[in-house]
């Protein structure tokens, strides 16, 4: 159980169970828990609002016609007439899959099946991948590919046992007073998990008057939304003030794991500090009512975001190339040359700079 940050008045939570809890620890009734394993319509909704048509996107797996053995399955999607290959991914997916090869025969039947299905590939691009799934493909030999990795993001987390104990004390001392004020002038919060047609629509208007750039697909937001209230995954909240959305955050919950994916906070509202107070409240709720293990901020560096979890690990990109293609061993070697050439210069700096 959780500790709540030290002095100050709790805001008022309206926690709206519209679902019933699932145990904790199982997955939703469709057996795959959002966002680590995504189920096949967060791919379908993802690829409509890429832009994809259904010719270019597949689901590949060991559980295609004639293999009923499927352990791994990756949505993919095809460019260039075929010679290039890419995970379904983008700056919404927190991970490889539906559910990513796990083992190295796994990973070996990819290579193997994409090198088949389409034997004018030249390049098959995967990303985000885990530190362990890299170290995995880095021990793998897999005949005629090469291989080039590179860093495309970072992965916060933090253990929820004794979670405040854990943060600075700089961290709960704000969260006490911007509480406290926030109570005073008759603020109140939604945690939600449904995605009501009032709580989405204030989601929106903090989005509107928030620091970030306009959403790229907000239709795909609102279809994650419909989804993760299905799904009993959705952690939807929002802080009030005064009858006004100033803060929005959606979370998204399965498998004992709380991912934080979305946030928002109204411009004008930046002296209360809204979403610090409502990133607390989930923080309180996930812990104590979802009894999870672990919080997750998903993808990105943020430098705020120190404060908040305890362990930041690498997330990777990898380009394999096929080394039978004569274009595709070209863009390999060149790329081998920049990175060995950069090593250089970073050594000669690390040299310079001892004397």
Known sequence: MTQ??????????????????????AKPDDHSAMPWFQPAPWYQHLARFMGMTDSQCYMLGADQP????????????????????????????????????????????????????YPAIQRLQLQPLTAGQQQQLQQLQ??????????????????????????????RNTIRRKRQKLVADGAHIDISQLATPEL???????????????????DFINALLDLASHNHSLRLGVLWLQGRPV?????????????????????TFDHYSPGTVLTAALLDHVIEVDQVHTIDFLTG???YK?????????????????????????????LRLKARIRQWKQRIVAVARTR
Not at 4 to 25: C, D, F, I, M, Y
Request: overall charge negative; glycine content about 6%.
């Open 4 to 25: 709540r940050p030290q002095a100050g008045q709790t805001l008022p939570v309206e926690n709206k169970q519209v679902h019933s809890q699932w145990p904790v620890g």
């Open 200 to 218: 989405v629509a204030a989601y929106w208007q903090v989005y509107q008057h928030s620091w970030k750039p306009a959403e790229p697909n907000p």
């Open 247 to 267: 803060a929005a955050q959606c979370w998204l919950v399965a498998d004992g794991v709380a991912a934080i994916y979305k946030l928002a906070q109204d411009q």
């Open 66 to 117: 004639g293999d009923s053995a499927a352990e791994w399955q990756l949505a993919l999607y095809c460019s260039a007439g075929g010679r290039q290959i890419n995970s379904l991914s983008n700056y919404y997916s927190p991970a490889l899959g539906p559910k990513a090869p796990a083992l190295p025969g796994d990973w070996l039947q990819l290579f193997e099946t994409v090198g088949k299905t």
């Open 142 to 171: 897999v005949p005629g590919w090469g291989f080039f990795f590179s860093h495309c993001s970072d992965n916060w987390t933090a253990r929820a046992e004794n979670y405040w104990q854990q943060r600075p004390s700089q961290l």
């Open 301 to 303: 560096n943020d430098h």
């Open 306 to 334: 120190a404060q908040w979890m305890d362990n930041m690990t690498p997330l990777y990109q990898l380009q394999a190339y096929r080394l039978n293609q004569p274009a595709a061993l070209l863009q390999f070697a060149l």
